[in-house]
């Protein structure tokens, strides 16, 4: 094949982009993994040759501890509702017993209308814990949480960087579904917040993700969007555990499914949380 000159290759490029080509994609297969990998390296290596030694450690964003029921306006009775699922959680020695304790529980309004109890998917062992915002149609339906269509998203998030439902537990800041799919309100969430917390302190993963904005909104307890909150570590339990857990917020999979463009973004966090789960 002869050569093509400047003029010719400029006008090549020009009938692709009048085609609507706008991307290139090579032959041969990249390891985005390793790319990444190497990125990271060398950005370390950069980093450590001009960054002077410090004795003092970088700054870590620690988030504070989940908001106390007198300080968000809780609606009568809520209280009360509170007070039990505190008791209920803390005399459940185990996940299972905590899911008895859940499904016993009377307090949350949200039960009166939801079919089944979704608590729990996934491996009980694991130490990967992540944390969605409620059951939707398909969940209420089967009594388990993520197996309606952002559960296939999910599942393919998680295998794109090696994980399964094996290897990770999933669950929700509330337990049955709030009708039509609206967010939790702060009472019907707070309400479930102790059971979410002993599930957590009986879980004690290794790693806590929580799935969009009303997770993180509640168990970060931080007010920004998740568009601020993902992608970073926060210290979950920092003001109330003797050793906090790394947390990390993701865009929840029913927003990718609506926003697929996000998707970029998503998969930088998984990388992140890959390099996390590898150190
Ligand atoms: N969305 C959630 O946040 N949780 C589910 O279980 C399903 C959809």
Redesign the pocket.
């Known amino acids: 094949m002869t050569a093509l000159n400047a003029s010719q290759v400029k006008a090549l490029m020009r009938w692709y982009v009048d085609a609507g080509v706008d991307e290139t994609v090579s032959e041969t297969p990249t390891n985005w993994f390793e790319v990444t990998r190497k990125l990271a390296e060398a950005r370390a290596a950069a980093k450590a040759e001009t960054t002077p030694p410090s004795k003092s450690p970088a700054p870590r964003k620690f988030s504070r501890a989940p908001a106390k029921p007198a300080d968000i306006g809780l609606p009568m009775g809520a209280e009360e509702a509170i007070k039990d699922a505190r008791g209920l959680a803390a005399s459940a020695s185990t996940v299972a017993k905590l899911g008895e304790a859940i499904v016993g529980f009377g307090g949350c309004p949200l039960k009166k209308t939801a079919t089944n109890t979704?608590f729990i998917d996934g491996n009980p062992d694991a130490k990967i814990l992540l944390i969605?915002?409620?059951?939707?149609a398909e969940?209420d339906r089967q009594g388990k949480?993520?197996v309606?269509p952002?559960?296939v998203l999910l599942d393919k998030m998680l295998a794109s960087i090696d994980l399964n439902r094996e290897r990770v537990l999933i669950s929700?800041t509330v337990f049955w579904r709030p009708p039509g799919n609206r967010t939790p309100t702060t009472s019907e969430a707070a309400m479930c917040m102790p059971f979410v917390e002993r599930l957590i302190e009986l879980v004690t993963p290794d790693v806590l993700i929580v799935?969009?904005g009303a997770?993180a909104k509640v168990l970060l307890n931080e007010a920004q969007g998740i568009g601020r909150l993902r992608g970073r570590w926060f210290d979950y339990g920092s003001e109330t555990r003797e050793k906090p857990i790394p947390a990390m917020a993701l865009f929840?999979p029913?927003y990718l499914l609506r926003s697929p463009a996000q998707k970029k973004e998503a998969w930088g966090d998984l990388l992140m949380l890959r390099e996390r789960l590898e150190t």
């Open positions: 979704c969605g915002e409620g059951p939707g969940e949480p993520f309606g952002s559960g929700n799935l969009g997770a929840h029913a």
